[in-house]
């Protein structure tokens, strides 16, 4: 059993180490002329031991390519095995455990043998807190198999009007706290770490994105308490391990400046440590969100940003470069920084740590895929598939389907991602199954082109797909694919169905007078299938829609 360490056994870089979660990438490679290198294991190992890195940051679309390119230039993904090993590898060098942090909202998807799953608007369409818990846990075990042990979920930003684009269960704030204490629950109950993010909360007027640029969060002090601040106060209260703190500026607790500038959320020590840890009484781990966003940048030079961020509060920086711990150590020695915030901040990481089992006997760096397992996840998740779709209107009574009546099916492809033109085979073959001939296509360029395909079909679908960051920026269709609806229901409106498979508002903003509309929140396999069979009647669409459907309706 490797005991908890005690502060006071352990070297002021051994404390700093705990606090810094670096990519996997600067460990895996290093940088030479700008040009990425593997590094050898030697290197790996020097590197490890000489730093002691606390934690280490999975992203998301899993830029560690250990194999190289596929023929269609897509980064293979490694086996849950594959990465196993690879921690196994670089923990050899480390006197404690490392956490292995990810955003697995819509599953473990990232490796290669792993499910991907239905988001948090899937799940709060079903309004099912059993099935919340069920698909959160399974995702848990799933990720525990692959050696991650820390989840940055749930998320509960209260979203303004019309601004739920899927990381939220939804915009109600009594259901977000529900159910973000269920899924936290779900995570700690398979030993990974839960995250409730991102402190302070979602500004109901703020459009602008954190990623690219410091937002806001202009509620009054009193206003937020009673929306944002109750939702997390519910949640930390409740016991979720971690949280994170974001980008945004929250000048009702914080109104200095920086260079002129308001002062984000992570660098204001009024915010985290005396609203968050003090007054709010969270005891856990705060981490920032991911340093290289737009939105913590032009402040500090890269070192200091370091520094400024520890000095604020938080407990662990999400994606510290890989001299992080030397850059502290001089900062902590010359008396910039006091040892006494590195002490607490290590403090409430190995705190963390013990929790979700690191210094017991049985501990795994992680458990066994198993076929089972993952049958039990896709089990799952067809489930919350099966009562997540949500009608949102079928003025003209065109459902059900008649396999008798649709012989020939148009699918119209709107979107920015070149996947969905993959994944939409899935809605392909299910009309297939049910005896039509199918054509697909991407986008729409004349009202000449949409009278042929109204001419020729018995059915046009419109399969949309827009989410955050697809495409980067504004959640909105432009260009070529906002064209597609210039010409849309030009013709065929008799015969148009539109579904989405991402954003919940494009009935809204882009497909406002189609009669028959869909929302299905994700492009899985399993929601797919479940569409098609609804819209031919073998099942019910029994999806409550988590979000106002116009503005009217708030």
């Given at each position: 059993m490797m005991?908890k360490?005690?502060?006071?056994d352990m070297?002021?870089r051994?404390?700093?180490?705990?606090?810094?979660?670096?990519?996997q990438?600067?460990?895996?490679?290093?940088?030479?002329?700008?040009?990425?290198?593997e590094?050898?294991?030697?290197?790996?190992?020097?590197?490890?031991?000489k730093?002691?890195?606390?934690?280490?940051?999975?992203?998301?679309?899993?830029?560690l390519?250990?194999?190289?390119?596929?023929?269609t230039?897509e980064?293979?993904?490694p086996?849950?095995?594959?990465?196993?090993?690879?921690?196994e590898?670089i923990?050899?060098?480390?006197?404690?455990?490392?956490?292995?942090?990810?955003?697995?909202?819509?599953?473990?998807g990232?490796f290669?043998n792993?499910?991907?799953?239905?988001?948090?608007?899937?799940?709060?369409?079903?309004?099912d807190?059993d099935?919340?818990?069920?698909?959160?846990?399974?995702?848990?075990?799933e990720?525990?198999?692959?050696?991650?042990?820390?989840?940055?979920?749930?998320?509960?930003?209260v979203?303004?009007?019309f601004?739920?684009?899927?990381?939220?269960?939804?915009?109600?704030p009594?259901?977000?706290?529900?159910?973000?204490?269920?899924?936290?629950?779900?995570?700690?109950?398979?030993?990974?770490?839960?995250?409730?993010?991102?402190?302070?909360?979602?500004?109901?007027?703020e459009?602008?994105?954190?990623?690219?640029v410091?937002?806001?969060?202009?509620?009054?002090?009193?206003?937020?308490?009673e929306?944002?601040g109750?939702?997390?106060?519910?949640?930390?209260?409740?016991?979720v391990?971690?949280?994170?703190?974001?980008?945004?500026v929250?000048a009702?607790?914080?109104d200095?400046?920086?260079?002129?500038?308001?002062?984000?959320?992570?660098?204001?020590?009024?915010?985290?440590?005396?609203l968050?840890?003090g007054?709010?009484?969270?005891?856990?781990?705060?981490?920032?969100?991911?340093?290289g966003?737009?939105?913590?940048?032009?402040?500090?030079?890269?070192?200091?940003?370091l520094?400024?961020?520890?000095?604020?509060?938080?407990?662990?920086?999400?994606g510290?470069?890989?001299?992080?711990v030397?850059?502290?150590?001089?900062?902590?020695?010359?008396?910039?920084?006091?040892?006494?915030?590195?002490?607490?901040?290590?403090?409430?990481?190995?705190?963390?740590?013990?929790?979700?089992?690191?210094?017991?006997?049985?501990?795994?760096?992680?458990?066994?895929?198993?076929?089972?397992?993952?049958?039990?996840?896709l089990?799952?998740?067809?489930?919350?598939?099966?009562?997540s779709?949500?009608?949102?209107?079928?003025?003209a009574?065109?459902?059900?389907?008649?396999?008798?009546?649709?012989?020939?099916?148009a699918?119209?492809?709107?979107?920015?991602r070149?996947?969905?033109?993959?994944?939409?085979?899935?809605?392909?073959?299910?009309?297939?199954?049910?005896?039509?001939?199918?054509?697909?296509?991407?986008?729409?360029?004349?009202?000449?082109?949409?009278?042929?395909?109204?001419?020729?079909?018995?059915?046009?679908?419109?399969?949309?797909?827009?989410?955050?960051?697809?495409?980067?920026?504004?959640?909105?269709?432009y260009?070529?694919?906002f064209e597609?609806?210039?010409?849309?229901?030009?013709?065929?409106r008799?015969k148009?169905?539109?579904?989405?498979?991402?954003?919940?508002?494009i009935?809204?903003?882009?497909?406002a007078?189609?009669?028959t509309?869909?929302?299905?929140?994700?492009?899985?396999?399993?929601?797919q299938?479940?569409?098609?069979?609804?819209?031919?009647?073998?099942?019910?669409?029994?999806?409550?829609?988590?979000?106002?459907?116009t503005?009217?309706d708030?």
């Amino acid at each position: 059993m490797m005991k908890k360490p005690a502060l006071k056994d352990m070297t002021l870089r051994e404390k700093i180490a705990q606090t810094m979660l670096v990519r996997q990438r600067e460990i895996y490679f290093k940088n030479v002329d700008g040009q990425w290198i593997e590094r050898t294991d030697e290197e790996i190992y020097e590197l490890m031991d000489k730093n002691q890195f606390g934690g280490l940051w999975v992203l998301g679309n899993f830029k560690l390519d250990f194999e190289g390119l596929t023929e269609t230039n897509e980064v293979k993904k490694p086996h849950s095995d594959e990465y196993k090993a690879w921690i196994e590898k670089i923990s050899q060098a480390l006197k404690i455990p490392i956490l292995v942090g990810l955003d697995a909202a819509r599953g473990a998807g990232m490796f290669s043998n792993t499910s991907r799953t239905c988001g948090a608007l899937s799940i709060g369409a079903t309004d099912d807190l059993d099935l919340a818990y069920d698909l959160t846990n399974a995702i848990a075990k799933e990720l525990r198999a692959c050696g991650a042990n820390w989840h940055w979920y749930p998320v509960a930003d209260v979203p303004g009007r019309f601004k739920n684009r899927g990381r939220v269960v939804s915009e109600d704030p009594e259901k977000i706290i529900s159910f973000s204490k269920v899924m936290a629950k779900a995570l700690s109950d398979e030993n990974v770490a839960s995250t409730v993010k991102h402190f302070p909360g979602k500004d109901p007027y703020e459009t602008r994105d954190s990623h690219i640029v410091t937002s806001e969060m202009s509620l009054s002090l009193p206003e937020w308490w009673e929306t944002q601040g109750r939702v997390f106060q519910e949640i930390i209260d409740s016991g979720v391990y971690s949280v994170m703190v974001g980008h945004k500026v929250f000048a009702a607790v914080d109104d200095g400046k920086i260079d002129g500038k308001g002062i984000p959320s992570t660098l204001s020590k009024k915010v985290i440590t005396d609203l968050l840890k003090g007054e709010m009484g969270f005891k856990g781990v705060v981490v920032t969100d991911s340093i290289g966003m737009g939105g913590v940048q032009g402040y500090f030079s890269r070192d200091q940003l370091l520094v400024e961020l520890l000095k604020a509060g938080n407990d662990v920086i999400l994606g510290a470069n890989i001299n992080c711990v030397d850059v502290v150590e001089k900062a902590v020695l010359a008396g910039e920084l006091s040892e006494e915030r590195i002490d607490d901040a290590c403090q409430r990481v190995l705190d963390m740590k013990e929790k979700i089992g690191m210094f017991e006997d049985d501990y795994q760096i992680g458990t066994d895929f198993t076929e089972e397992m993952q049958a039990n996840t896709l089990r799952i998740n067809r489930e919350v598939s099966d009562r997540s779709i949500t009608l949102v209107r079928d003025r003209a009574n065109l459902l059900p389907l008649s396999k008798d009546k649709i012989k020939k099916v148009a699918i119209v492809v709107s979107t920015h991602r070149d996947v969905i033109m993959r994944s939409i085979e899935v809605t392909k073959k299910e009309f297939e199954k049910r005896g039509a001939t199918v054509h697909v296509q991407r986008r729409i360029k004349s009202k000449n082109e949409m009278a042929e395909l109204a001419e020729n079909y018995d059915l046009i679908l419109y399969a949309t797909y827009l989410a955050v960051h697809a495409p980067k920026g504004a959640v909105s269709f432009y260009d070529e694919e906002f064209e597609t609806f210039m010409h849309a229901l030009s013709f065929g409106r008799e015969k148009s169905i539109g579904m989405s498979m991402g954003d919940p508002f494009i009935h809204y903003n882009f497909l406002a007078n189609i009669n028959t509309f869909v929302n299905l929140y994700s492009h899985s396999r399993e929601v797919q299938e479940a569409f098609v069979a609804g819209l031919y009647g073998e099942m019910p669409f029994k999806g409550v829609s988590p979000v106002a459907l116009t503005p009217r309706d708030r």
